[in-house]
């Protein structure tokens, strides 16, 4: 009695290019993987430390200081306090004022999209390579720079940002030497150098072994 043997089962032997291709997809690095869960984690611990609205924005709190150095001490301990809410307050402001432009927000994001893609989540190799040249990282990293100031200088997108954060920040004072600091229980040891440091910027330290993040 004849044997069969068992159908043979096709592998696909991926090609140099399809191994190329992966290797240089950003989706695919490790330094945005870890890029993102630092982030992640980083706005989880600074969400941890907001305050409740309704005692930030409680008017029963409000009163006009008695001289500047006691606007400056409110505002002092306010900023230790309400550093969170007021970060918020001010990414509002940012938001809101690009949302209303969209034009330059579309410039500011392919701005991003290109520090993310063309420096900080690309593998060191292979090199960048643009219309047959080959670029090196300090050259890249110069050609993002000065893109980036002529994007600030001749375009709206750097006056839209600094009158944001100027609106909000003057926001964030005002409201900082109006609010009375007495009913608030203040850490003294988690101070602005600290906490805030720690929490929402943390995802930018400790550089890792692949990419540039």
């Known amino acids: 009695m004849a044997t069969t043997n068992p159908p043979l089962l096709p592998i696909s032997t991926p090609t140099p290019a399809t191994q190329a291709a992966s290797t240089t997809d950003p989706a695919a690095s490790p330094g945005l993987r ?3 869960s630092r982030f992640s984690d980083s706005i989880q611990r600074s969400l941890s430390d907001r305050r409740p609205w309704s005692e930030l924005i409680d008017r029963t709190a409000l009163s006009r200081p008695e001289s500047l150095s006691d606007a400056t001490s ?3 301990k306010n900023l230790s306090y309400f550093r969170v809410n007021y ?5 509002l402001c940012l938001g809101a004022s690009l949302l209303t432009h969209p034009i330059s927000l579309a410039v500011l994001l392919a701005l991003l999209a290109a520090w993310c893609f063309l420096y900080l989540f690309r593998p060191s ?3 960048l390579v643009i219309f047959g040249r080959t670029f090196s990282d300090r ?3 110069l050609g993002l720079v000065v ?14 940002i600094i009158s944001a954060l ?3 920040s003057a926001l964030v004072c005002l409201h900082g ?8 229980f203040l850490d003294e040891v988690d101070s602005v150098t600290g906490g805030a440091a720690g929490g929402l910027l943390s995802f930018l330290g400790g550089g890792g072994s692949t990419g540039r993040i």
């Open 74 to 76: 409110r505002l002092r």
């Open 139 to 141: 050259e890249t990293l």
């Open 87 to 91: 970060a918020a307050i001010i990414a």
């Open 177 to 184: 030497a109006f609010r009375m600091p007495e009913d608030l």
């Open 125 to 127: 190799d292979p090199p």
């Open 34 to 36: 870890l890029f993102l």
């Open 147 to 160: 893109i980036s100031i002529l994007v600030a200088c001749f375009t709206s997108v750097g006056s839209l």
């Open 166 to 168: 100027l609106i909000g």
